[in-house]
């Protein structure tokens, strides 16, 4: 059984004034939700005024991003070992790194790599844009992605990541993916893909977010697909509420 899993990604939202705001709103509705893991994930900025506040909840902290070496003259970068003082998360390759910021499957790998060292859950994100979508695509960039952003991992140490499915074509659009579509290339093209890369035992036990457009009135139509272990929100994570909602229906 993989322990569903839901983590609000907030972009670039919030000061660490209005994150405190909306943590205040968050912590007891989702402290009041057992059987899911439950990820928050602001700006850096915000990372140390939100770790001082999740304290003993038992709702975990990420980072959106970080690089991959430990520390050196890298102007405006975070390093693992700065992650890992407030977070136990962090998200890696999501689709806004990759299209504003150059960030490439190797770039991805490096930072999975280090992360898996220095003992971070990394979220790594896979998805087609529209065109790729739109012109058959999906697998085979989903699986370039898969097998050279998980490349050269342990098979012991895989079972640590969670993969997160978002379509470019679904972020910030309001066109979600159906469930349907959605749990096909997990259970078709990223659950194989893994298990080709770690072994059946181990591909089982890694969780596969859907990501794009979640919100709390199309939840469940991706929580009650087999292949569909949770979500990466964006949007929507930022309704206290809405984003409470998003994760009672993940653990249902
Ligand atoms: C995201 O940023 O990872 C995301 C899925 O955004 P949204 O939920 O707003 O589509």
Redesign the pocket.
Known sequence: MRKPFVAG?W?MNKTAAEARELVSQLLGPLMDIRGVEKVLCPPFTSLFAVASMLNDSGIGLGAQDMHWEEKGAFTGEISPGMVKELCNYV?LG???RRTYFGETDSMVNKKLQTALKHDLTPIV?VGETLDEYESGRTSEVVLRQINLGLADVAPASASRIVV?Y?PVW?????K?SSGENANAVHGQVIRPALSRLFGEENAQAIRILY?????AANASEFFQQPEIDG???????LKAEEFAAIVRAAGR
């Open positions: 990604n972009k998200i999501h689709s806004e994100c997160a978002e679904a972020i910030g659009t309001g979600a990501g794009g457009s979640v919100t979500a990466l929100v964006g949007g929507a994570s």
